[in-house]
């Protein structure tokens, strides 16, 4: 299984589009949110991933076919300090459970070494566990769990 990180250009913005409304499906359980009029789930920032040089956009592919995507930010400034965060982080349910978000999530580290923060909804139980467990793998157990507004967050530093 050849799993890939493809940065997500500007004309398959639809694509990625399409598949954060499966996303959002699976997080509404967590998070309450409702779709819109249309029956879409809305993404204020999306637009934003190619007008801001700090953020990040991957599809992830798993022998060429689309799995999943990453979002987030890079160098960010957040109260002074520069820090890296996962906004959005998405693998079909076929592909869950073989590893692919823990390489998709490790190699996300290492391509931005620094300080990273990594924030979950409060009820949303399963992301908890899963970014505790891939955190816990990357750095041998060298992280702090801190109090976001939203939920837990798991921070610590990549050093690749």
Same mark, same amino acid.
């Given at each position: 299984?050849? *799993?890939?990180?493809?940065?997500?250009?500007?004309?398959?913005k639809?694509?990625?589009?399409n598949l954060?409304?499966?996303?959002?499906?699976?997080?509404?359980e967590f998070?309450?949110e409702?779709?819109?009029?249309?029956?879409?789930?809305?993404?204020?920032?999306?637009?934003?991933?190619? +007008?801001?040089?700090e953020?990040?956009a991957?599809?992830?592919?798993?022998?060429s076919?689309?799995a999943?995507f990453a979002?987030?930010?890079?160098?960010? =400034?957040d109260?002074?300090?520069?820090?890296?965060?996962?906004?959005?982080?998405? *693998?079909?349910?076929?592909?869950?459970?073989?590893g692919?978000g823990?390489?998709?999530?490790?190699r996300l580290?290492?391509?931005?070494?620094?300080?990273?923060?990594i924030?979950?909804?409060?009820?949303n139980?399963p992301?908890?566990?899963?970014?505790?467990?891939? *955190?816990?793998a990357? +750095?041998?157990?060298?992280?702090i769990e801190? =109090?976001?507004?939203?939920?837990?967050?798991?921070?610590?530093?990549?050093?690749?």
């Amino acid at each position: 299984m050849n *799993i890939e990180l493809e940065h997500v250009s500007i004309d398959e913005k639809p694509v990625l589009r399409n598949l954060m409304q499966l996303c959002f499906y699976d997080y509404s359980e967590f998070n309450n949110e409702d779709v819109g009029p249309y029956g879409l789930f809305n993404y204020k920032y999306l637009d934003y991933y190619w +007008t801001e040089p700090e953020r990040f956009a991957y599809f992830v592919k798993i022998d060429s076919k689309l799995a999943g995507f990453a979002l987030g930010m890079h160098n960010w =400034q957040d109260n002074g300090k520069h820090v890296n965060i996962v906004s959005e982080f998405f *693998i079909l349910r076929k592909y869950r459970r073989k590893g692919i978000g823990m390489k998709v999530a490790h190699r996300l580290f290492a391509e931005f070494p620094g300080r990273w923060s990594i924030g979950q909804e409060a009820d949303n139980y399963p992301a908890q566990a899963f970014w505790r467990k891939v *955190i816990d793998a990357y +750095t041998n157990g060298n992280f702090i769990e801190v =109090q976001w507004e939203k939920g837990p967050a798991q921070e610590f530093e990549s050093l690749a």
